[in-house]
């Protein structure tokens, strides 16, 4: 039949085709598409006791149209994503009922009774219990299972082919680790910032710090990332009296450093905290850092006794370790910068009543964590440098 795009009216019958829905119910459908790239509608029967999410990858940039094309087998790596994190950590990722490759379509669970975090952060919620910890564990869980210490050569060789993903690989490659150093048509940002943002493109010392993580991006084959975990795509909430976190939308997984996801979500978390800041609400959230990377850091050790090669042994792991770390606050330094000089935007500070102050605090906090990445050995001496005049 071919792949087509999928319309409201035309959920209830794919259901059934699928063999996701049956009986004689009729279920209610509407569309809730919300970011970039995708369509998500939810399915729910009129009584409320079964609801499934279908999201389909369009063949364009959904907020652009036609005008920006995009392929949509990037619905391909995210199935296997899900699939992979399916095995070590189901608990905090959606259920997936099923995966059409045809028509680049998920059926998930339907999180609706869930809200994403940056929405409740923004409204000035805090992180809610062991919402980092379990983001921490998920990255180590994830990343140990699909490294060379925990997946055999041949199995690591062939999901590395895999995951391969050239086009959303180049996106981060520009929009996140070039652009915003350089005179680019997508770049924009706030007039309050414009210095900043002609001060970092004129840095060579920054620009030569960005360069080298921006090369590791592209050839440190470590392990499976979610490729774009940030505050937006996670979902929290409480069922049946326990907090629950659930991470989505891995799309832009494929085989990368380790510190990439780690960087996102802390970049998001030090952008909540200038948020919180300005507002003069309360500044736990670059202690989510900290939280985050003891769950992971333990969760990895946790792991290494069941490493498929021994011949890396207990020094090696501190190691290794170690700079996943240093690279980490690197790469958490370039998604800040990109989010107010860059080309997409974080509704944490655009939606300030003065979004200029907390803005230039985020720039220079991105910059210091560039270049002064191998000095900042330590959760607390990040966050002496947060907490400072800047």
């Known amino acids: 039949m071919g792949y087509r795009i999928l319309e409201t009216e035309d959920i209830p019958a794919y259901l059934r085709e699928r063999g996701h829905w049956d009986g004689t119910d009729e279920p209610e459908v509407r569309e809730v598409s919300d970011g970039n790239m995708n369509r998500v509608f939810l399915a729910s029967s009129a009584d409320g006791t079964r609801s499934l999410a279908v999201k389909q990858a369009l063949p364009w940039v959904r907020v652009a149209g036609p005008s920006w094309p995009m392929n949509p087998d990037r619905a391909d790596a995210e199935a296997r994503a899900y699939e992979q994190i399916a095995k070590v950590a189901p608990d905090k990722i959606p259920a997936v009922h099923g995966y059409d490759p045809e028509n680049y379509a998920l059926v998930m669970e339907d999180m609706s009774d869930l809200e994403v975090l940056r929405t409740l952060l923004n409204e000035g919620a ?3 219990p062991r919402t980092s910890a379990r983001v921490g564990e998920l990255v180590a869980q994830l990343s140990f299972a699909t490294s060379d210490f925990g997946m055999p050569s041949a199995e690591r060789k062939a999901l590395v082919a895999a995951s391969v993903s050239p086009e959303l690989c180049k996106i981060t490659e520009d929009v996140v680790l070039s652009e915003p150093y350089v005179e680019h048509e997508h770049n924009h940002w706030h007039e309050g910032v414009d210095d900043l943002a002609r001060a970092f493109r004129a840095d060579a ?16 084959a470590q392990a499976l990332l979610h490729g774009d975990l940030h505050t937006g795509s996670i979902m929290v909430g409480e069922r049946e009296g326990a907090h629950v ?43 989510q850092l900290r939280l985050s990377w003891e769950a992971f850091e333990g969760e990895f050790r946790r792991l290494w006794p069941t490493r498929v090669d021994a011949f890396f042994d207990d020094a090696y792991l501190d190691r290794f370790l170690g700079r996943v770390w240093t690279e980490s606050l690197g790469y958490a330094g370039t998604e800040i910068i990109r989010r107010i000089i860059g080309f997409a935007h974080l509704t944490d500070l655009t939606t300030l009543p003065d979004p200029v102050p907390a803005s230039r605090r985020a720039l220079l906090l991105g910059r210091e964590l560039i270049v002064r990445r191998a000095e900042l050995s330590s959760p607390d001496a990040v966050r002496e440098v947060v907490a400072s005049p800047l």
């Open 126 to 128: 805090s992180y809610g």
């Open 205 to 220: 010392v920054l620009r030569t710090e960005v360069a080298d993580l921006r090369h590791r991006f592209m050839t440190s």
């Open 245 to 287: 976190v659930r991470v989505f939308d891995p799309e832009f997984s494929f085989v990368g450093p380790i510190g990439f996801d780690l960087g996102l979500y802390w970049a998001n978390a030090l952008v909540s905290e200038e948020r919180a800041r300005a507002l003069g609400g309360p500044t736990d959230h670059a202690d």
